[in-house]
């Protein structure tokens, strides 16, 4: 029977109305975790999807894509004006059959990357299909293309991890090459990635969709707080996408960097591999605090392997990896303020020089990957982290300070992904737990040296030089943290309308935070050695303070927070014409943290701080009364509305050409750590008494916690001597956070022109604008009897830590208003790598102008009564000027050599100027410093060298790796020790021999076997 074409077409919306009921209704279980159980899930954060067009007589009825190495299927059928949309396809090398009237005609293999909005079209009347018979392959070659829509980022491919060089198999070491971003390596080998002006704690990475966010501990991700260790085993990474702003709605707890790595999995044929890297101080040039004695004993022994394939063909197939890691990594302590060890009286003078400290992990991962129809795809993952060593890092805490490290971590994933001819959906069930905890080694005094002084190097009148200049005996670190619990993700993408993908998406977590803290179990003493009252020239007699830790009888220090967070999505790829796509999303997230919201604060600490007890707050520049909990006044914040706008604009028919852009809003979270300091004070707590020297840069108003100095202050009677004078308050901290806390976000607007100038070579120019704000900060709480934050004329500015109320120690008040800002021109060309063209290219150049009015990467903000007293400055922790290129070339006889160039301006500098007189000042400052080099502050070239060995007689695809990379290779000095005196003639030169994690000409010997 015949139908009229106004038929044919309310048929086929009512068809397309009637499937799409059906489609939710089926999925009803995921929707109902998806609302009320509901969680985002990331099917593109994790993968690909591939659409396009098919024109041929007689119609194309059905597109099939076929992954070659596992043998997974997914077809939809073709609309009416030719277009078809597989939305979500796990990152491989497929072929697609497309059925037509006259049989099916097959393509050749091409590669889907992760996060890629592939674009295929067929004409079949082109003479290159039509020409050939029914048989025949259709080659896609320069058929294929991106569509990126407004996001700023870049893609690293297994190419890229498997040959470039570096030094630590973290598979997150060439997320440089995306504008904006930074791999950091600190002095003792720690490593974290950091993007615009925002600190690490600002970054999310996402493993096969499922974000890795430390809700606890700073640097973003578990595991990275404080460490060498790699945060998942590179053997198992097949490939990642960093992005540096404007991500779409999926994305979530994240304002600055994002990361979607997807794993491998095992295939329809066995593979494997093993491996093992070394290096040691035999193969390293000196650094340069060895120039005048012996090498450090230095050692990097990392090794591991992989297998997998199938259980059952085409159905079940297996992956599992192993990477450990051992280390003893060199270390520099120095003196601070870049003092000369000179200046030290001979006892302390041997504390000083290179030392290591040690460092172990083991990660291990599995992956279940089963197929049980061409719909459905069923996996089981799961990740095991252990590490130990030492805590030590370069700079003046002596060695042995040191705190031992313990971590843990396990997570694991349950995912089923049912795909349908026009909608996906794909729910994932997540559990993880976390555990960070460092402990001291050494339980005894320890002793803090703080000049506050004249200029040792270049004294002026009235200018008042403060800072710590050495740390010795019992460590402070002393902490148990983590995180522990489930969570649901459901993502429902729908491809039933013309030219919309849309995605929704959902996310619920059940996650218990929590926090034993410690520290100040050993007593601290803090001496002022410029301040002599018996004489000499080093005070280590008489201190002006002491800080220890102890009970207050009022509850646990063990602390536990239930939470509960909730988000939610919708986003719309819209082709608007053949030319303009619009990415459209809002997304919106909650989070509720019970130890927070409904904390009450002990009535002692309420009554200290009542105008009866502490007058100094009357005329104080703030209201106490807004950070005092009755557990009433908390809400969780509701506001955490993101909308996600992108575009891009074809210029021509082959797309060539385009211009691309957006704006969005990203909402990250509060840290933890920082919340649960209200409760953590107030059953064991740092105690500080101030001692009543003389010295006139360290004073305080007498009182239970300001005593005239005694010696027995020095032995544990003495302490408890100081406990009980202090009366109830034990001379305890105090804090209050603000009732009305905000969440800290960034707003991102990017706009840039992407041209493929050939088909393996691409160019990208962009600009982005990235505001972050509603950064948490601790700020002092005291103030001096009239209410006043600094001292009256003539002094010197310098904060009240004398004036805390009587009894106890310092008040300090949580807040939000950390700001930062960056502006950032980049340049960026790809070169890809091919068999037919085996060579490599990639380079970004990034122009930044970023501001902050804060030190970078600082919570306690203990210099000004509030933040808007702190200077806007250009930011300490952005270099102004950065490249990054790569580049690889496969050699004859089976050598590939590959190499990794960097390239900065030298870092900013931030210090404080504390002028007393009749016009007191103190001021931020921050100054380029000078360079290492003609004008750079940063450069190393690495290189690598890998030779490839077949072994034929096992298998096509065995063969042994030999290899050896060379870091540094032109031994640059990138040394982090600058003059930052604005008093001193070498003000901002280079004062110190110490070069942070920055390393010596390294060789490092590699071998491999894989099959």
Not at 547 to 574: E, L, M, R
Not at 614 to 631: E, H, K, Q, W
Not at 828 to 846: C, D, E, G, M, Q
Request: hydrophobic share 35%; glycine share 10%.
């Amino acid at each position: 029977m015949k139908f009229s074409h106004d038929f044919q077409t309310v048929s086929a919306r009512r068809s397309r109305a009637r499937t799409l009921a059906a489609a939710l209704a089926w999925s009803s279980a995921g929707a109902a975790l998806a609302i009320g159980v509901a969680t985002p899930v990331q099917a593109q954060v994790g993968g690909a999807s591939l659409r396009g067009t098919v024109k041929a007589e007689g119609g194309v009825s059905q597109v099939t894509a076929i992954n070659v190495n596992t043998g997974l299927t997914r077809s939809v059928t073709v609309g009416e004006s030719g277009s078809y949309n597989i939305a979500s396809l796990p990152v491989g090398t497929y072929r697609l059959e497309l059925t037509t009237p006259g049989g099916v005609r097959r393509t050749d293999e091409f590669t889907l990357s992760v996060g890629q909005s592939a674009v295929l079209d067929f004409d079949f009347s082109q003479p290159d299909i039509a020409s050939a018979d029914g048989d025949a392959i259709i080659v896609t070659g320069s058929r294929i293309r991106s569509m990126e829509g407004g996001e700023v980022g870049t893609n690293i491919t297994q190419r890229q991890i498997e040959v470039l060089p570096q030094n630590n198999r973290n598979f997150l070491a060439f997320a440089d090459l995306a504008p904006g971003v930074q791999f950091v390596t600190g002095s003792s080998g720690q490593s974290r990635l950091q993007g615009g002006a925002q600190d690490s704690r600002s970054v999310n990475i996402f493993i096969d969709g499922v974000g890795q966010k430390d809700y606890v501990l700073k640097n973003g991700i578990t595991g990275q707080d404080s460490t060498q260790g790699n945060p998942f085993p590179q053997l198992a990474v097949g490939e990642y996408r960093v992005l540096s702003s404007n991500y779409k709605a999926e994305f979530d707890q994240v304002s600055s960097v994002a990361i979607s790595a997807v794993t491998k999995s095992g295939t329809n044929d066995f593979h494997g591999e093993v491996f093992v890297d070394y290096t040691d101080q035999s193969l390293r040039d000196r650094r340069p605090s060895e120039l005048t004695g012996t090498k450090v004993k230095t050692k990097d022994f990392q090794f591991g392997g992989a297998l997998g394939g199938p259980i059952i063909k085409d159905m079940l197939h297996f992956f599992v990896t192993y990477e450990g890691k051992r280390q003893e990594n060199p270390i520099d302590i120095r003196p601070g303020l870049s003092l000369p060890v000179t200046y030290f009286p001979s006892e302390y003078q041997g504390v000083f020089g290179p030392t290591n400290a040690t460092f172990n992990e083991d990660l291990y991962f599995g992956k279940l990957s089963f197929q049980p129809s061409n719909s459905d795809l069923i996996e089981l993952s799961g990740k095991y982290r252990k590490e130990s060593g030492e805590f030590l890092s370069s700079g003046f805490n002596a060695r042995e300070t040191i705190s031992s490290q313990d971590v843990e971590e396990l997570r694991v994933t349950g995912r089923w992904e049912h795909t349908a001819d026009n909608w996906i959906n794909d729910f994932k069930v997540t559990y993880e737990d976390v555990k960070w905890a460092p402990t001291p080694t050494l339980f005894e005094d320890g002793f803090l040296f703080a000049y506050a002084g004249p200029s040792p190097t270049n004294p002026q009148p009235g200018v008042v030089v403060r800072g710590d200049i050495l740390r010795v005996g019992g460590g402070s670190n002393y902490q148990e943290k983590g995180q522990k619990g489930w969570g649901v993700q459901n993502d429902f993408t729908w491809t039933g309308f013309e030219g919309h993908t849309i995605k929704v998406g959902a996310k619920a977590k059940w996650v218990e935070l929590n926090s034993l803290q410690l520290n100040g179990f050993n007593p601290v003493y803090t001496y002022n050695p410029a301040f002599n009252p018996g004489g000499g020239t080093f005070n280590d007699d008489v201190p002006y303070r002491v800080q220890f830790g102890a009970s207050t009888g009022n509850g646990s220090p063990i602390i536990n927070s239930k939470n509960f967070q909730f988000g939610i999505y919708v986003q719309d790829d819209w082709e608007v014409t053949d030319r303009l796509t619009l990415n459209l999303g809002v997304r919106w997230d909650y989070e509720r943290t019970p130890a927070f919201l409904d904390f009450v604060h002990p009535a002692d600490a309420v009554n200290a701080v009542s105008p009866a007890n502490y007058p100094n707050l009357v005329n104080a520049d703030y209201d106490i009364r807004d950070f005092i909990s009755t557990g009433k006044e908390r809400k969780a914040f509701t506001g955490a509305w993101q909308p996600r706008i992108g575009f891009s604009y074809e210029l021509d028919d082959d797309a060539r050409y385009v211009v691309f852009g957006g704006f969005g809003r990203s909402y990250d979270r509060n840290q933890f750590d920082f919340l649960q300091q209200e409760i953590s004070t107030g059953s064991y707590t740092t105690r500080t008494f101030n001692f009543i020297t003389g010295d006139p840069n360290n004073s305080c108003a007498a009182g239970p916690t300001c005593v005239a100095w005694n010696p027995i202050y020095l032995t544990e009677a003495g302490r408890q001597q100081l406990l009980a004078g202090a009366g109830p308050g034990g001379g305890r901290e105090l804090r209050f956070i603000n009732n009305d806390l905000k969440v800290p976000y960034s707003d991102q607007f990017s706009l840039g022109f992407r041209a493929k100038v050939t088909p393996l070579f691409e160019a990208e120019v962009g600009y982005s604008h990235i505001e972050s704000k509603d950064g948490f900060a601790y700020l002092l709480g005291n103030r001096r009897p009239d209410g006043t934050f600094f001292p009256p004329a003539p002094s010197a500015p310098n904060s009240p830590f004398g004036f805390a109320p009587p009894g106890f120690g310092s008040i300090i008040i949580g807040t939000n208003g950390i700001e930062t800002s960056a502006d950032s021109a980049y340049l960026k060309l790809v070169k890809n790598y091919t068999v037919a063209s085996p060579w490599s290219f990639s380079a970004t150049y990034t122009y930044t102008e970023a501001e902050e009015n804060r030190q970078f990467g600082e919570t306690f903000s203990l210099d000004y009564p509030s933040l808007d007293d702190y200077t806007v400055t250009r930011s300490s922790g952005v270099r102004k000027h950065r490249l990054v290129a790569t580049g690889s070339v496969d050699l004859p006889i089976g050598v590939t050599l590959s190499g990794k160039f960097q390239i900065a301006s030298p870092p900013y500098l931030k210090t404080f100027r504390n002028i007393g007189g009749a016009n007191p000042i103190r001021e931020v400052i921050s100054n380029e410093a000078h360079g290492n080099g003609d004008r750079w502050g940063f450069r190393q070239m690495d290189v690598a060298i890998t030779k490839y060995i077949p072994f034929k007689f096992i298998s096509e695809e065995s063969r042994l790796r030999l290899r050896v990379d060379i870091l540094n290779l032109f031994n640059d000095r990138n040394y982090v020790d600058y003059n930052n005196d604005p008093n001193s003639p070498n003000y901002l030169d280079i004062s110190g021999n110490g070069v942070g994690g920055n390393p010596p000409r390294t060789v490092k010997v590699s071998a491999g076997f894989s099959f």
